[in-house]
Protein backbone atom coordinates (compact mmCIF):
# COMPACT_ATOMS: atom_id res chain seq x y z
CA UNK A 1 0.00 0.00 0.00
CA UNK A 2 2.76 2.56 0.46
CA UNK A 3 4.23 2.23 -3.29
CA UNK A 4 -0.22 3.38 -4.18
CA UNK A 5 0.71 6.52 -1.42
CA UNK A 6 3.91 7.21 -3.07
CA UNK A 7 2.54 6.85 -6.78
CA UNK A 8 -0.64 9.44 -5.56
CA UNK A 9 1.87 11.70 -3.91
CA UNK A 10 3.79 11.95 -7.05
CA UNK A 11 0.66 12.41 -9.49
CA UNK A 12 -0.35 15.03 -7.23
CA UNK A 13 2.95 16.95 -7.00
CA UNK A 14 2.93 16.92 -11.00
CA UNK A 15 -0.34 18.02 -11.25
CA UNK A 16 0.18 21.28 -8.73
CA UNK A 17 3.09 21.85 -10.80
CA UNK A 18 1.37 21.61 -14.28
CA UNK A 19 -1.16 24.17 -12.16
CA UNK A 20 1.53 26.24 -11.20
CA UNK A 21 3.02 26.48 -14.56
CA UNK A 22 -0.07 27.18 -16.52
CA UNK A 23 -0.62 30.23 -13.46
CA UNK A 24 2.55 31.31 -14.05
CA UNK A 25 2.94 31.24 -18.06
CA UNK A 26 -1.01 32.31 -18.09
CA UNK A 27 0.02 35.74 -16.10
CA UNK A 28 2.59 36.76 -18.06
CA UNK A 29 0.85 36.25 -21.81
CA UNK A 30 -2.86 37.64 -20.18
CA UNK A 31 -2.15 39.24 -17.01
CA UNK A 32 -3.53 38.04 -13.56
CA UNK A 33 -6.67 40.00 -13.55
CA UNK A 34 -7.58 38.47 -16.97
CA UNK A 35 -6.74 34.82 -16.60
CA UNK A 36 -9.21 32.26 -15.66
CA UNK A 37 -9.90 28.73 -13.86
CA UNK A 38 -10.55 27.63 -17.37
CA UNK A 39 -7.43 29.34 -19.04
CA UNK A 40 -5.26 27.51 -16.15
CA UNK A 41 -6.66 23.71 -16.67
CA UNK A 42 -6.76 24.15 -20.57
CA UNK A 43 -2.61 25.44 -20.25
CA UNK A 44 -2.27 22.43 -17.64
CA UNK A 45 -4.13 20.24 -19.86
CA UNK A 46 -6.18 19.20 -16.33
CA UNK A 47 -9.94 18.71 -15.73
CA UNK A 48 -11.77 21.37 -14.10
CA UNK A 49 -12.92 18.95 -10.83
CA UNK A 50 -9.22 18.02 -10.61
CA UNK A 51 -8.23 22.09 -10.35
CA UNK A 52 -10.65 22.23 -7.24
CA UNK A 53 -9.62 19.18 -5.80
CA UNK A 54 -6.22 21.18 -4.89
CA UNK A 55 -7.30 24.90 -5.19
CA UNK A 56 -9.85 27.07 -4.35
CA UNK A 57 -9.68 29.69 -6.92
CA UNK A 58 -6.54 30.96 -9.03
CA UNK A 59 -6.21 33.34 -6.03
CA UNK A 60 -5.61 30.35 -3.58
CA UNK A 61 -3.53 28.80 -6.61
CA UNK A 62 -1.07 31.84 -6.39
CA UNK A 63 -1.23 32.15 -2.33
CA UNK A 64 -0.14 28.25 -2.11
CA UNK A 65 2.35 28.88 -4.81
CA UNK A 66 4.14 31.63 -2.72
CA UNK A 67 3.92 30.02 0.22
CA UNK A 68 5.95 27.64 -1.24
CA UNK A 69 8.45 29.47 -2.61
CA UNK A 70 9.21 31.66 0.67
CA UNK A 71 9.05 27.94 2.25
CA UNK A 72 12.30 27.65 0.83
CA UNK A 73 13.78 30.51 2.33
CA UNK A 74 12.86 29.33 5.67
CA UNK A 75 13.76 25.49 5.46
CA UNK A 76 17.33 27.25 4.53
CA UNK A 77 17.64 29.53 7.12
CA UNK A 78 16.30 32.66 5.48
CA UNK A 79 18.06 35.81 3.92
CA UNK A 80 19.30 38.45 6.90
CA UNK A 81 21.20 35.79 8.46
CA UNK A 82 25.10 36.57 7.47
CA UNK A 83 26.74 33.60 6.68
CA UNK A 84 23.55 31.51 5.35
CA UNK A 85 21.76 32.54 2.13
CA UNK A 86 20.54 29.18 0.34
CA UNK A 87 17.03 29.65 0.41
CA UNK A 88 17.97 32.90 -1.00
CA UNK A 89 19.79 31.54 -3.82
CA UNK A 90 16.50 28.70 -4.28
CA UNK A 91 14.46 31.94 -5.07
CA UNK A 92 16.57 33.97 -7.36
CA UNK A 93 17.14 30.52 -9.73
CA UNK A 94 13.19 30.44 -9.42
CA UNK A 95 13.34 34.11 -10.81
CA UNK A 96 16.21 33.10 -12.87
CA UNK A 97 13.87 29.79 -14.59
CA UNK A 98 10.37 32.39 -14.72
CA UNK A 99 11.66 35.91 -15.39
CA UNK A 100 8.41 36.89 -17.12
CA UNK A 101 6.39 36.04 -14.47
CA UNK A 102 8.47 38.01 -11.96
CA UNK A 103 8.66 40.78 -14.28
CA UNK A 104 4.90 40.97 -14.51
CA UNK A 105 5.36 41.27 -10.19
CA UNK A 106 7.85 43.77 -9.85
CA UNK A 107 8.07 46.14 -12.41
CA UNK A 108 6.77 49.27 -12.37
CA UNK A 109 3.71 48.25 -15.33
CA UNK A 110 3.44 45.17 -12.78
CA UNK A 111 0.12 43.80 -12.17
CA UNK A 112 -1.20 45.67 -8.79
CA UNK A 113 -2.52 42.05 -7.03
CA UNK A 114 0.49 39.56 -7.96
CA UNK A 115 3.03 42.68 -6.76
CA UNK A 116 1.01 43.90 -3.61
CA UNK A 117 0.63 39.48 -2.52
CA UNK A 118 4.15 39.31 -2.91
CA UNK A 119 5.43 41.79 -1.47
CA UNK A 120 3.15 41.15 1.53
CA UNK A 121 4.35 37.72 1.20
CA UNK A 122 8.35 39.06 1.48
CA UNK A 123 7.31 41.19 4.10
CA UNK A 124 5.93 38.56 6.49
CA UNK A 125 8.82 36.13 5.41
CA UNK A 126 11.03 38.84 6.22
CA UNK A 127 9.82 39.38 9.58
CA UNK A 128 10.43 35.96 10.61
CA UNK A 129 13.91 35.74 9.24
CA UNK A 130 14.34 39.56 11.33
CA UNK A 131 13.24 37.75 14.80
CA UNK A 132 15.03 34.12 13.87
CA UNK A 133 18.62 36.70 13.18
CA UNK A 134 17.87 39.21 16.15
CA UNK A 135 15.69 37.35 18.81
CA UNK A 136 16.47 40.07 21.09
CA UNK A 137 14.58 42.54 19.13
CA UNK A 138 12.15 44.96 20.95
CA UNK A 139 10.33 47.80 19.99
CA UNK A 140 12.55 50.93 21.66
CA UNK A 141 11.33 54.16 20.93
CA UNK A 142 14.36 55.76 19.43
CA UNK A 143 14.29 53.23 16.50
CA UNK A 144 12.03 53.24 13.90
CA UNK A 145 9.22 50.92 14.84
CA UNK A 146 9.32 46.93 13.85
CA UNK A 147 6.29 47.05 10.82
CA UNK A 148 8.16 50.35 9.52
CA UNK A 149 11.47 48.14 9.42
CA UNK A 150 9.82 45.63 7.60
CA UNK A 151 8.02 47.25 5.28
CA UNK A 152 11.38 49.39 4.30
CA UNK A 153 13.70 46.15 3.80
CA UNK A 154 10.69 44.39 2.11
CA UNK A 155 10.10 47.38 -0.38
CA UNK A 156 14.24 47.15 -0.73
CA UNK A 157 14.27 43.51 -1.29
CA UNK A 158 11.47 43.27 -3.90
CA UNK A 159 13.26 46.62 -5.55
CA UNK A 160 16.74 44.83 -5.61
CA UNK A 161 15.01 41.63 -7.71
CA UNK A 162 13.19 44.59 -9.97
CA UNK A 163 16.95 45.85 -10.88
CA UNK A 164 18.26 42.22 -11.44
CA UNK A 165 15.56 41.80 -13.67
CA UNK A 166 15.54 44.24 -15.60
CA UNK A 167 19.61 44.48 -15.89
CA UNK A 168 19.04 41.29 -17.47
CA UNK A 169 20.43 39.57 -14.37
CA UNK A 170 24.04 40.62 -14.22
CA UNK A 171 25.45 38.14 -11.78
CA UNK A 172 25.25 34.75 -11.04
CA UNK A 173 21.82 33.87 -8.50
CA UNK A 174 24.60 33.44 -5.94
CA UNK A 175 26.89 36.35 -6.28
CA UNK A 176 23.21 38.64 -6.26
CA UNK A 177 22.32 36.46 -3.18
CA UNK A 178 25.41 38.03 -1.34
CA UNK A 179 24.77 41.10 -2.38
CA UNK A 180 21.19 41.27 -1.56
CA UNK A 181 21.51 39.68 1.21
CA UNK A 182 24.60 41.69 2.50
CA UNK A 183 22.11 44.59 1.72
CA UNK A 184 19.30 43.24 3.51
CA UNK A 185 21.51 42.57 6.78
CA UNK A 186 23.00 46.28 6.71
CA UNK A 187 19.14 47.94 6.45
CA UNK A 188 18.23 45.22 9.24
CA UNK A 189 21.27 46.11 11.49
CA UNK A 190 21.07 49.88 11.26
CA UNK A 191 17.51 49.82 11.82
CA UNK A 192 18.34 47.91 14.74
CA UNK A 193 20.43 49.64 16.64
CA UNK A 194 19.57 52.37 19.02
CA UNK A 195 21.07 55.91 18.23
CA UNK A 196 23.28 57.04 20.92
Request: glycine fraction near 4%.
Amino acid sequence: MQKLDGVEDLRVRRTRKLLQQALIEGAVEKGFAALTVRDITTRAMVNRSTFYRHYLDKYDLLEQHLNEIYEVLEEDGGIIETERHEGLVKLLKQIQQFPGFYRVVLWEQADAFLSQRFRQQAQQRFLVCFHRAFPEATSDPDTPPIDLKFTAVSSAGCSALAWWLGQERPSTPEQFAHWLQQLIYDISVSTHKPQR
